[in-house]
């Protein structure tokens, strides 16, 4: 595997080099033709077949330079590191001046093995000829810099203690692309297994399939991973997928179906009770002919992030945002600023919204692919990556990571050695300084008052001063269940609608310092009847006055959308205070504040027939008014059906 520094430099050379014949540091014939077939097979990138014919030379001809120098690339591209710097060194000691990059070449597989003080020291050798050139010089200085910072990391390792997920999910192949509810009861992944077939020559015909698992207590222990079934898996390829925080929408990758766009395509599937709709294609606006997949997507459902080969980007793979529009449609991607000339993959945002995780071998890092951390502001811009440091981050690819919504728990896929297979689901602690902000998460059921039968509704989370939707998601149709993301630091309303019934509303805050624990309660929609009362529990009025505050905003146009959603609907707005002063008094601010809410009704369009207003003082408290909680729940300001 080429890494940063080579892939610039030494490719080139080695095909021009390798493939042009002159004097060789040989005179046996059989030597000479066992080395130019290994040169046609390493043009053909028959690397296997090279190294084969290669070592076949050097045993005929210890002192054959030439096939020691091709054996060095060969190995080095097949990341065999050190075994790359033993046929560098046999060059260099049957003739060291026998290429001007020996000693570069050299010290790039030392770097790639991990002997950065060597690597150095043959870097200073190359520096020393008087023929380097100055794209050579360039390279140089890079390998040094990429030695140098991973002997920092090494210097100044983070905790890192991995836990492999057992044999109920890891077989003996390959495993991969872990994804989670925020409640980290279910994770789904992909198993790329063989199909009991084979290929002319006894290779195995692999499939790619998405499965699932179920927690058991505390995750220790997972059920027995099975097949997610014929609706989203097919005789194609599925994997490399992204479930929402309460578990009702997949999106995922496949390859090669029929009606696609390209050679892999991302589609979306929706979970009803225990069964998952027909997928759908996210069409030619999203999906390129070429190569997309892996999804990850943001807390409030609007955004998708995905990797794609597709032209107009930076490098070989990169990582694309594309966001659903007000009309409900995908706007263009467009290609992140973090990608670099090289690839971009695995990209997670998490729950938090801000704390984007990827994997890239395009900046300094410890050899492969590494992990990296970004931090993404309101504004959609991202910060400066930082490596997540070794070991996290070693010489192999590091891919596939995802983390829990309570920031603690990493998840990710690695063929590190002790394993059950070729590549393994593992999980681990993350480090405090990797970790996202804790994010919260409410969950339970909607249900209609009087029947008790579930409801679908939409919920709603939103900033209640900028007025910005946070969360979008709905209940489920068979049995009313839902989950949602909740975030911290944020004033927010939760709204929940259904057609044909009144909505409910409740006001949030979660401070940093708040536990990650879930919030558990149901929601019981009434339907619009004459009588029925809604408390409007996100109105906010200065204190002892009748001024409405600016972040009453986002209730008054629910209440706005409400009455224009259903023009037959007449209401009362009902102002109500706690027994604190006068009656007169009271009785006052409760009938001003009213007021406010039916001017600012009147003013925004709704006809002032279907509209009334009343204060009712303390007349009619919903609590006791001997503690300041009962006291705070009846001041209030509610709508009744008329």
Not at 14 to 31: D, I, R
Not at 310 to 318: I, P
Not at 418 to 423: A, I, L
């Amino acid at each position: 595997m080429k890494s940063l520094a080579l892939f610039l430099f030494f490719i080139p050379i080695a095909l021009v080099s390798f493939g042009q014949k002159g004097e060789y540091y040989t005179k046996s014939k059989k030597a000479i033709k066992l080395y130019e077939e290994g040169v046609r097979y390493y043009n053909l990138r028959y690397l296997d077949e090279s190294l084969k014919v290669l070592n076949e030379a050097v045993e005929i001809d210890d002192e054959f330079a030439d096939a020691f120098m091709l054996k060095a690339n060969v190995l080095f591209e097949m990341g065999r590191y050190e075994e790359s710097v033993l046929a560098y060194k046999s060059v260099a000691s049957i003739d060291s001046s026998f290429a001007i990059t020996l000693f570069l070449e050299l010290a790039e597989s030392e770097l790639g093995m991990g002997a950065y003080s060597e690597s150095i020291e043959h870097l200073e050798l190359y520096e020393l000829n008087p023929e380097a050139t100055r794209r050579g010089l360039e390279t140089a200085e890079r390998i040094r810099k990429l030695a140098l910072f991973r002997e920092r990391l090494i210097q100044n390792p983070v905790t890192f203690n991995p836990l492999n997920l057992g044999f109920n999910i890891n077989t003996e192949w390959y495993e991969h692309s872990p994804t989670l509810t925020v409640d980290e009861d279910i994770i789904y992944f992909t198993r790329n297994e063989p199909t009991g077939m084979t290929y002319e020559g006894g290779t195995p015909v692999m499939d790619e399939d998405l499965y699932m698992s179920y927690a058991s207590g505390d995750s220790a222990l997972w059920s027995k991973a099975k097949n997610l079934g014929k609706q989203i898996n097919s005789r194609y390829k599925e994997g490399a997928s992204a479930i929402s925080p309460d578990g009702k929408y997949l999106f995922f990758t496949s390859c090669g179906r029929p009606g696609g766009q390209g050679r892999c395509d991302i589609y979306l599937a929706q979970r009803q009770g225990d069964i998952w709709t027909q997928p759908r294609n996210l069409g030619p606006v999203v999906n390129s002919r070429d190569w997309d997949s892996q999804p990850s997507f943001s807390p409030d459902g609007r955004t998708l992030y995905f990797v794609s080969n597709r032209k107009g980007g930076k490098g070989g793979k990169d990582i694309w945002r594309t966001r659903v529009g007000d009309d409900g449609k995908w706007e263009k991607p467009v290609s992140i600023e973090i990608n670099t000339p090289f690839d971009e993959e695995s990209p997670f945002l998490h729950p938090d919204g801000e704390s984007f995780y990827f994997s890239s071998n395009g900046y300094p890092g410890m050899g492969g692919r590494d992990l990296f951390l970004v931090k993404l502001n309101s504004e959609g811009v991202f910060g400066t990556p930082k490596n997540l440091g070794y070991p996290i981050n070693s010489s192999k690819d590091e891919v596939s990571f995802v983390v829990s919504a309570n920031g603690k728990t990493a998840y990710y896929a690695s063929g590190m050695p002790g394993g059950f297979g070729k590549w393994d689901l593992y999980k681990f602690e993350l480090p405090d300084t990797l970790r996202p902000k804790v994010v919260n998460y409410a969950r339970g059921r909607v249900y209609d008052a009087e029947t008790l039968q579930p409801v679908r509704a939409r919920f709603e989370l939103i900033d209640l001063n900028s007025g910005k939707r946070l969360v979008e998601s709905f209940s489920d149709r068979q049995d009313g269940s839902f989950l949602v993301v909740v975030p911290r630091n944020v004033d927010m309303a939760l709204n929940v609608a259904a057609d044909d019934y009144l909505f409910y509303s409740e006001n949030y805050f979660f401070p940093d310092t708040a536990s990650g624990d879930s919030i558990v309660f149901d929601v019981a929609l009434r339907k619009i009847k004459e009588g029925e009362k809604v408390v409007l529990k996100n109105l906010f009025f200065e204190f002892n006055k009748y001024d409405l505050k600016p972040e009453s905003k986002v209730e008054l146009e629910k209440l706005i959308e409400f009455m224009n959603n259903y023009p037959q609907v007449s209401i009362e707005i009902g102002g109500h205070t706690d027994n604190v002063g006068s009656e007169k008094y009271n009785q006052t601010l409760s009938e001003n504040r009213a007021k406010e809410v039916y001017k600012y009704l009147i003013t925004n369009g709704i006809e002032k027939e279907r509209l009334a207003y009343k204060g009712y003082n303390f007349a009619m408290p919903i609590d006791t008014n001997e503690t300041e909680k009962g006291r705070a729940r009846n001041r209030r300001t509610e709508f009744k059906i008329l």
